[in-house]
T-cell receptor, first 111, second 113 residues
Framework: EDQVTQSPEALRLQEGESSSLNCSYTVSGLRGLFWYRQDPGKGPEFLFT???AGEEKEKERLKATLTKKESFLHITAPKPEDSATYLCAVQAGNAGNMLTFGGGTRLMVKP | KAGVTQTPRYLIKTRGQQVTLSCSPISGHRSVSWYQQTPGQGLQFLFEYFSETQRNKGNFPGRFSGRQFSNSRSEMNVSTLELGDSALYLC????????????FGPGTRLTVL
């Protein structure tokens, strides 16, 4: 059974204080690993897709990396508007478009 | 380019009733997936439709069903509602054959009293 575990569950940062969110996964034949951002009361917003170990992708203050067992979302010099829940999900090669999600990390950035 | 739209956005029902939720995918997207999001269980996959056929189904009871129309719009139905069905129901669409990104709608907030 595919499993995704995210840590920490919640993270408080001061504005400008860089940190990393972790996503550990077990999946039978990884097809893709996805990062989403979700604001309260809204649907998840797509951030990145990673396909193979060693791959990295960047967008503004966010950088996602992937190994064979985990992915990291690095946040550099965060701003209050980066406050949100960050979700990690995996797609197995034999599961169509089904995504298995982790529980998320709730990030709060204080000015 | 319009995103995924879901209607209604909010719904209040009582136990035992049934409900139908609607999802219109991004134009050109033929794959639609449904997810249930609750504080305790997080985001859980319900089912996926492609070209009017159910391709995949999650571990939910038969009270949860869905369908897809020829224009790719999808509906999901929950019969005999229970209190535990209170959740945010999210729809995601994907352009099959292109990248793997799935784009989510704003969700329908269902409250069962």
């Amino acid at each position: 059974e595919d499993q995704v575990t995210q840590s920490p569950e919640a993270l408080r940062l001061q504005e400008g204080e860089s940190s990393s969110l972790n996503c550990s996964y077990t999946v039978s034949g990884l097809r893709g690993l996805f990062w989403y951002r979700q604001d309260p009361g809204k649907g998840p917003e797509f951030l990145f897709t990673l396909y193979s170990a060693g791959e990295e992708k960047e967008k503004e203050r966010l950088k996602a990396t992937l190994t064979k067992k985990e992915s990291f979302l690095h946040i550099t010099a965060p701003k209050p508007e980066d406050s949100a829940t960050y979700l990690c999900a995996v797609q197995a090669g034999n599961a169509g478009n089904m995504l298995t999600f982790g529980g998320g990390t709730r990030l709060m950035v204080k000015p | 380019k319009a995103g995924v739209t879901q209607t209604p956005r909010y719904l209040i029902k009582t136990r035992g009733q049934q409900v139908t939720l609607s999802c219109s995918p991004i134009s050109g997207h033929r794959s639609v997936s449904w997810y249930q999001q609750t504080p305790g269980q997080g985001l859980q996959f319900l089912f996926e439709y492609f070209s009017e056929t159910q391709r995949n189904k999650g571990n939910f009871p038969g009270r949860f069903s869905g369908r897809q129309f020829s224009n790719s719009r999808s509906e999901m139905n929950v019969s005999t509602l229970e209190l535990g069905d209170s959740a945010l129901y999210l729809c995601a669409s994907r352009k099959q054959g292109a990248s793997d990104e799935q784009f989510f709608g704003p969700g329908t907030r269902l409250t069962v009293l």
